[in-house]
């Protein structure tokens, strides 16, 4: 677990405000409770105040609250700025002050809107809403980085002797091979930003083979358009993922492969294989999953599984406070 250690370091160094919508939520408060007493960040609660603590006194989560921060969301001194804010960012697509209204009377669009209008950092939620509820806000909102053609989610998976990026495994459906260059690209990228040097794999069902099925020619042609765009990648594929990570089989496979059988980036051909991949490691490998942290936003904002315990919201705002550093 050395990776978290050096994440939690790093934001200890950091103390950024990491904004949390999901207040009613026990799993939230406990996560809260120790994002303080570690000095991981400072809490940006949304809600009343009063009824926050309330529910921590009846669930008896004692929390620092010198050490957080209240942002009421029917506070007009916060929806009326963010109500003009709004407005100024999309008038041209059609926004009025009603519809303005509509969205900041919603918590995920007032969430996303605290991290834009910088009264947070970084924003993490989704332990109890559809994963759409996140993206769609953010994606609306905040907007992708000028270099990145595809938001995509990235998990970073902790086993006990490796640490292997997964991607795409949370937003989209069926990339083309543009996409899955974009995704691989961009994963290759999320991994230098945290010190890992990537050897990135393209997955299917073959290795280096001379099928012609869609499937297979679809990351043949994204492995193409990497060469093209960032020959300076360590990026191979298409590849099964025994010949991505074990070198034995590696060896008789793919004996060319200059990664086949030490890959620690590994780009799913789809949002199926990839999240049945990452949940599957999850939960009988006992790998530890902390994502999605979503790539190509102009400010972080990440998604939590409704499944999540308290643990993987302390260490996804790590990751958040880190992100919005880079």
């Known amino acids: 677990m050395e990776f978290l250690e050096n994440i939690k370091k790093k934001a200890r160094e950091l103390n950024k405000r990491i904004v949390f919508p999901e207040t009613q939520d026990p799993r939230t408060l406990k996560a809260i409770a120790i994002i303080i007493e570690e000095k991981l960040a400072t809490p940006v609660l949304l809600g009343k105040e009063n009824a ?4 921590c006194e009846k669930e008896n989560i004692t929390i620092d609250w010198s050490k957080a921060e209240f942002i009421d969301p029917e506070d007009p001194a916060y929806t009326e700025k963010y ?59 905040i907007k992708t980085k000028e270099k990145f053609h595809k938001v995509s989610g990235i998990f970073f998976m902790v086993f006990e002797d490796r640490l292997i990026l997964f991607a795409d495994c949370a937003l989209n459906i069926d990339p083309n091979s543009h996409d899955l260059a974009d995704i691989a690209i961009d994963s290759a990228e999320t991994a230098k930003k945290f010190g890992i040097e990537p050897r990135v794999a393209l997955l299917s069902y073959g290795t280096n083979s001379h099928y012609d099925h869609p499937y297979i020619q679809k990351v043949k042609e994204a492995v ?15 590849m099964q993922v025994d010949a991505a990570l074990v070198p034995e089989v590696a060896a008789r496979k793919f004996p060319e492969s200059k ?24 939960r009988l490998a006992k790998a530890k999953a902390i994502g999605p942290i979503l790539q190509g936003l102009n400010k972080p904002v990440n998604d939590l599984s409704r499944g999540c315990s308290t643990q993987d919201i302390v260490d996804l705002t790590a990751i958040t406070a880190c992100e919005s550093e880079l």
């Not at 969430?111 to 009264?119: F, L, R, T």
């Not at 990664?259 to 999850?282: H, M, R």
């Open 259 to 282: 990664i086949a059988g030490t890959a620690n980036v590994l780009i799913f051909p789809d949002l199926q294989s990839g999240n049945i991949a990452y949940k599957l490691v999850e």
């Open 52 to 55: 926050i603590k309330e529910l």
């Open 83 to 141: 109500e003009q804010e709004l407005i100024k960012l999309r008038g041209k697509k059609g926004m009025t002050p009603e519809k303005a209204k509509e969205w900041i009377a919603n918590i995920n669009y007032f969430a996303v809107m605290v991290v834009q209008c910088g009264d947070g950092d970084g924003l993490v939620t989704g332990a109890n809403v559809p994963s759409a509820d996140t993206y769609r806000p953010a994606l609306q909102i």
């Open 224 to 238: 193409k358009i990497i060469n093209d765009r960032a020959p300076e990648l360590m990026v191979e594929g298409e």
